[in-house]
């Protein structure tokens, strides 16, 4: 990577610092500068050994941009229940108000940038399994990568306070030097699986019994219950070898990692939540799926069989009609085709239709994502009966799971996909999770079998046993 200058960084740190004494409050300093471009996996895989526990990786759904973060420069966390998507905005807002921002650039996903998720039910019990993630996490990175439209930029994160002084900038920089130069590319070694484990299989298809018998007598349409399968392996999982077998076998997904206090989740969704670039907003509808074919004509056919399943068009048209209505509300010139296209990934299809529209003057992406989260496809009709049926009846706590993950920079701009095909990685143990919409007419051992396509492409990653 090339060498990076430090002038503009030197006199951004002395503004903060001059900032922070007169506000007696910590200032963020944000530098971007122009870097030649290198592997992104090669950057996150670089912070192995002096940032572990301290990294994402994001990889858009059509590599048009790639964003590492390394270190962390600041927390946005919380496990406050109400009012969670404001507060988190507050806080970044807070972060921002003062900040030095030097970014001759201005291109989304540089400069200031935060990311992370929010839980998908924070009112849900937790466990031990998520005791290392808050109910809202986001990380400011301390240096974070973003490649976007051919072009590599480093952005150099640094919180100030009145007590610091210019020895800060030395430190920064030997940091930085000390990342760049030990740009390492993957090594990877086998890790043998002691253990994969189905977690409560029959108390999931007792739910599901549950849910369908409920609905033939109810009001719910629909409901989204989910499950997990444990896997154990001889030494600690590499993250960059996970990620590495994602971003060659899931191909149109979002792939990602996000670690915290050296657990880490990681993913590679289909389905995006919501992008906003500038005033233009871009969300998707992904509900409805059947396995590939082993054959041309096979997966044909099998694609040609979703298209005509009422069942699977019934559930999509639930997502399309929600998502539909909450963007008319906040925004214009809403946007939608006529009905599905099949998205064919690697081990499963679904039903998808994309929608765009533009942003009202107060729509904020935080705001948009509270207004959506959960869409049917992950909770279901109507969305508080579904939720709260899923928080009595689903032995798992989902965590980020299901849950709205993905980065906003400080122009307001950002993209979050819905965390699906995940898992969480705790040093020599993952859980993966798999979920499908219950409906009044669902047959237990067909939904039962649809979990076991959706565990495919992290048990795939993993190196486990596919059912």
Aim: glycine share 8%.
């Amino acid at each position: 990577m090339v060498t990076i200058q430090h002038t503009e960084l030197k006199e951004g740190i002395q503004k903060a610092i001059a900032k922070a004494k007169n506000l007696e409050k910590p200032v963020l300093v944000s530098e971007v500068q122009k870097v030649d471009q290198v592997e992104p996996l090669n950057v996150f895989t670089a912070g192995h050994q002096d940032y572990f526990g301290e990294r994402f990786f994001w990889k858009g759904s059509s590599d048009e941009i790639f964003i590492i973060g390394i270190g962390i420069c600041e927390h946005i966390q919380s496990d406050q229940v109400t009012d969670r998507f404001f507060h988190v905005e507050k806080q970044w807002k807070n972060v921002m108000e003062e900040a030095v921002v030097l970014n001759p650039y201005g291109l989304e996903g540089t400069g200031p940038t935060m990311f992370g998720g929010f839980s998908f039910d924070p009112l849900k019990e937790k466990t031990e399994l998520w005791s290392k993630f808050s109910d809202s996490i986001f990380h400011i990175p301390r240096f974070m990568y973003s490649q976007y439209d051919g072009q590599s930029y480093m952005t150099t994160n640094i919180v100030c306070t009145q007590h610091d002084d210019e020895s800060l900038l030395q430190k920064v920089l030997n940091e930085r030097k000390q990342l760049l130069s030990c740009s390492s590319s993957l090594q990877d070694s086998a890790n043998n699986i002691i253990s994969q484990e189905e977690i409560a299989p029959q108390q999931w298809k007792n739910a599901v019994g549950q849910v369908v018998n409920a609905m033939k007598n109810g009001d719910m349409k629909k409901v989204v219950l989910a499950r997990e399968t444990r896997l154990s392996y001889e030494k600690p999982i590499r993250i960059e070898s996970i990620l590495n077998k994602l971003i060659k076998n899931q191909k149109n997904s979002f792939i990602f990692a996000f670690e915290s206090n050296g657990d880490c989740f990681i993913g590679a969704s289909p389905e995006r939540l919501v992008k906003k670039q500038g005033k233009q907003l871009f969300t998707t509808c992904l509900a409805g799926s059947i396995k590939r074919g082993l054959t041309p004509a096979e997966d044909e056919q099998l694609g040609n069989e979703l298209l005509s399943d009422q069942k699977n068009l019934i559930e999509h048209q639930y997502v399309v009609d929600m998502i539909k209505r909450a963007m008319e509300q906040v925004s214009s010139n809403v946007e939608l085709p006529n009905g599905p296209v099949l998205l064919k990934l690697r081990d499963i299809q679904h039903l998808y239709t994309p929608v765009t529209a533009e942003a009202g003057e107060n729509s904020s992406l935080l705001s948009l994502i509270e207004r959506l989260h959960p869409t049917p496809a992950l909770g279901g009709v109507p969305r508080e009966k579904a939720v709260e049926t899923i928080r009595e009846l689903e032995a798992l706590d989902r965590g980020l799971y299901g849950s709205p993950l993905g980065w906003l920079d400080y122009k307001g701009n950002g993209d979050f996909a819905v965390a699906l095909r995940s898992g969480l990685i705790q040093q020599n143990e993952a859980s993966i999770f798999a979920g499908c919409g219950v409906v009044k007419d669902s047959d237990i051992d067909s939904e039962y079998q649809e979990t076991n396509i959706k565990f495919r492409p992290m048990l795939t990653a993993l190196g486990g046993n596919k059912q």
